[in-house]
Structures are given as C-alpha cells and as structure tokens.
C-alpha cells in the first residue's frame, strides 16, 4: 500500500490533530522524500526502513518518529469517536496489558486513564518533544542531544501502545471503514523500522507479537 494512498485514505476522515512536517531545503525533508518515494514505488518494507548509504543514523531516526507520529494520528483519529470512557475506561490491549500514564510534570507517578485522554496526553506529549529543539531538532544546524535515540525508543513504545489498542480493542471499526489493509501497512513500516535499529523492546511489543508473526513476513 503506497504512502500516498495511506494519507489520502485517512485524510477523509477526521484528523486528530495538524501534521508535522520538515522544512524545505533541510537533510530531514531531503531524507524524508526519499523515504515517502521508496513506499510508493512498492518496494519491500524491510528493505525500506535501511539506514540510505552515506546517510547519519540520527537523521532517518528523526524523520521516521514524525512520520509515525502523524500515520498514527491519522490511524487514531478515524476511530476516536468509538474510544470512549464508557468503551474504554482504561488504556489497555486486553486483559494482560495495561498501561498507566507518567509525563514527569502534570502526571508524575502512573495514573491509570481512560484510553482516549491517555492518547491525548501521549500526542500532546510527543508534540513537545518534536517542537523541542533542544531535544529533537529539526535542521542540521543544531546537534542531536546524546540521548536522542534513547528518547527517540520511549516515544516509538508509546506510539506502539497505541496500534495495541487500536488493534485489540477497535479491529472491527478499522474494518467497517475499510482501513485494515492501511492499518496492516502502517504497521508493518512501524515494525520493521523499530527492529531494525532496535528501539522498542520486546517486552512492548509482546502484545502484539502473534499478528507481527502473520503479516510481517515480507
């Protein structure tokens, strides 16, 4: 499923909240049009997430988190209105996960939340971290913070938490939209891309280890 028909796809419904996007003329823009043209040419996935030759490790690690961020936004945004506290009272992916909410400012210790202002306070949070330049920044101009990747993994596992409960708890809407085969997609990239320079554990993506065994096998 090509790039371009995965954002057009879901941009007919509701967005959860305005894109980000790189400035024209940066290494982050150059890098992320090549990585939108290796999608929509319909090459592998697996071979799509690979560090380009030549290329810094950091920079493609930047343009990939706002990438997913935004697919995943999309992803969220199309199916929000069935995740209420009424369906959803706590953020979950069936009975053995659960996942308590901590920002180190307004919730400092794991608050338990209902999935949909988990969600809210997670893509609020992850909108600080990217409009940071001290923490993520976004031209070449300025250097990459030395626990960039490590900040880069915590903000990947959250974003899986949120194909966790997409998955186990909103499947059926997805398909009643016709969007599972977007939602596979998006997945997919997400996978590769995160096994490949190993930023989110196993442990976080356990819940989801059985689907990842069926559909990524490209």
């Not at 982050?28 to 997430?49: P, T």
């Not at 903000?155 to 997409?166: D, T, Y």
């Not at 009643?176 to 490949?196: D, L, M, P, Q, S």
Request: contains cysteine; hydrophobic residues 40%.
């Amino acid at each position: 499923m090509a790039l371009n028909g995965f954002i057009e796809f879901f941009q007919k419904g509701k967005t959860f909240r305005p894109k980000k996007r790189f400035a024209h003329g940066t290494i982050r823009y150059s890098l992320h049009k090549q990585a939108c043209a290796s999608l929509n040419s319909g090459i592998n996935l697996r071979e799509a997430v690979k560090l380009p030759p030549g290329e810094d490790t950091n920079d493609w690690i930047a343009v990939h988190v706002v990438d997913f961020f935004n697919r995943i936004n999309l992803i969220y945004g199309t199916i929000s209105e069935y995740c209420t506290i009424e369906t959803c009272p706590v953020m979950s992916g069936g009975p053995r996960f659960e996942y308590l909410w901590a920002d180190g400012d307004k919730f400092k210790k794991p608050t338990q939340l209902p999935a949909k202002e988990y969600v809210n306070n997670l893509m609020d949070w992850i909108e600080n971290q990217i409009n940071n330049q001290a923490l993520f920044p976004c031209t070449s101009d300025l250097p990459f913070p030395k626990n960039f990747s490590t900040n880069c993994s915590k903000i990947l596992a959250r974003l899986h938490r949120v194909f966790v409960h997409v998955y186990i708890h909103h499947f059926e809407n997805v398909v009643t939209i016709n969007a599972e085969a977007h939602v596979n997609t998006c997945y997919k990239h997400f996978y590769y891309f995160v096994t490949e320079f190993q930023l989110v554990s196993s442990k976080e993506l356990e819940p989801l280890v059985d689907m990842a065994s069926r559909i990524c096998r490209d």
